[in-house]
């Protein structure tokens, strides 16, 4: 059973900063990516940021991109999330995401190349 924990969520004017994190609570798995993902209420999921452990290649979501930076530590599972010049569009509930250390390809974009989920932390951007 593995278990992802993040933090870091909370109130911010727009313009403002956040720092999120997660880390695998428990026990560590080696996995071969990890993302974050967020949902605004009546909205779908979205992508939001991933790093792929092997490459360290980043892929963001358009809407993010140059304000958001992912980063982490493979070796212990933990990933953050910078995130800067926030928007009130940027208000929504992120959740942590991490691949299991699955061999094959996968499409880093989709929730369903990630096996294991944080409980999501609120993120709230006041204009």
């Known amino acids: 059973q593995v278990q992802l924990v993040e933090s870091g969520g909370g109130l911010v004017q727009a313009g403002g900063s956040l720092r999120l994190s997660c880390a695998a609570s428990g026990r560590t798995f080696s996995g071969n990516a990890m993302g974050w993902f967020r949902q605004a209420p009546g909205k779908e999921r979205e992508f939001v940021a991933a790093?792929?452990?092997?490459?360290?290649?980043?892929y963001y979501a358009d809407s993010v991109k140059g304000r958001f930076t992912i980063s982490g530590d493979s070796a212990k599972d933990t990933a953050y999330l910078q995130m800067n010049t926030l928007k009130p569009e940027d208000t929504a509930v992120y959740h942590c995401?991490?691949?299991?250390?699955?061999?094959?390809?996968?499409?880093?974009?989709?929730?369903?190349?990630?096996?294991?989920w944080g409980q999501g932390t609120q993120v709230t951007v006041s204009s």
């Open positions: 995401a991490a691949r299991g250390g699955r061999p094959g390809t996968y499409y880093i974009y989709s929730s369903t190349a990630f096996d294991y």
């Open positions: 790093i792929a452990w092997g490459p360290g290649t980043t």
